[in-house]
């Protein structure tokens, strides 16, 4: 039996009891594919591999390839054009879920995982070659995680771990080595995004413990790096970097923080440290232009207003 029959053998073989949907078509050498759905309803998996080596998962060491449990109405789609690509779904216990995998070119890795989810969705689109993407929805709710990934050897992670109920994640590179990190855990109502256009851009966003948290960080041109980290309520940060070179950290804890970091030139340095301790609103705002500024910001306490702008 091929590769290819086998697998879409085992896919039939483990969904047929249910009436469920499944999937699988294979074009090349060396494909690899594996759906297994369990105790579900509704739940469709498809696996579209065109090209030589891709895999999806394989069933004897239990990696993905689109696996659904005991599940309500979820949604599995892999696809991948190219060689030598691999790609994993993972959905457990979850209810209305859905997962996208594409992967066009060689070489891409793709990982969905989600855990003990509700009404959560993850996406994973990459375009050419050698890109790396992770997804992880541990025990959370109605989550979102998006990746897109447009150039070559750029590597995104994502987690919302915990119960971090209605938060949003999304990152998007377009360019060449590329990093970026979201993490998020046990942050209610929050969103972070990271957009990356250029080269060895980095970029992380961390929020925890926490509420009705924002980042927004973006980076277009080569070599800048921004973090951002929150935790308390109601905290907004917003990094802008166009240039190269340049540096910017964003530390906000307590409640009511508001920081808009803008850089545009070349190896400019900002920090970023706030810790409210009211409801009134600290607010710090850095403009940086041209090149070499460096800029300092601490604000504790309430309704403190902060503002730099260097030519």
Excluded: C, K, P, W
């Excluded at 990356?196 to 948290?213: C, I, K």
């Amino acid at each position: 039996m091929t590769s290819a029959a086998f697998a879409i053998a085992l896919a039939f073989g483990t969904t047929a009891a249910h009436a469920d949907v499944a999937t699988i078509n294979q074009t090349g050498v060396d494909n690899n594919a594996f759906t297994s759905q369990i105790d579900n309803s509704g739940a469709i998996a498809t696996t579209n591999q065109v090209g030589n080596g891709n895999r999806a998962g394989n069933q004897a060491n239990g990696t993905g390839g689109i696996r659904q449990e005991d599940n309500t109405n979820v949604t599995a789609y892999i696809e991948q054009i190219g060689s030598n690509n691999l790609a994993a779904l993972t959905q457990t216990d979850s209810r209305s879920t859905t997962g996208t995998v594409l992967q066009h070119g060689s070489g891409n890795d793709g990982a969905i995982t989600q855990d003990d989810v509700r009404y959560s969705s993850a996406t994973i689109h990459q375009d050419i070659d050698n890109n790396y993407a992770r997804v992880r929805q541990d025990n959370s709710s109605y989550v979102n995680a998006n990746v897109y990934q447009f150039g070559t050897s750029n590597s995104a992670m994502i987690e919302q771990i915990q119960r971090s109920e209605s938060s949003v994640a999304s990152v998007t590179q377009i360019g060449s080595q590329n990093r970026a990190g979201v993490l998020q855990a046990n942050a209610d109502m929050s969103s972070a995004t990271v957009s990356q256009e250029g080269n060895n851009n980095s970029a992380t966003a961390m929020q925890q413990y926490g509420r009705n948290l924002s980042a927004s960080i973006t980076q277009d041109g080569s070599h800048n790096n921004a973090i951002t980290f929150q935790t308390g309520y109601n905290q907004e940060a917003i990094v802008r970097q166009d240039g190269s070179g340049n540096q910017a950290y964003v530390t906000q804890a307590g409640f009511n923080d508001y920081a808009l970091v803008s850089q545009t030139g070349n190896s400019h340095l900002a920090y970023v440290n706030q810790i409210g301790t009211g409801y009134d609103r600290n607010v710090a705002s850095v403009s940086q232009r041209n090149y070499g500024h460096q800029a300092y910001i601490n604000q504790v306490g309430s309704g403190n207003r902060a503002g730099i702008q260097q030519r």
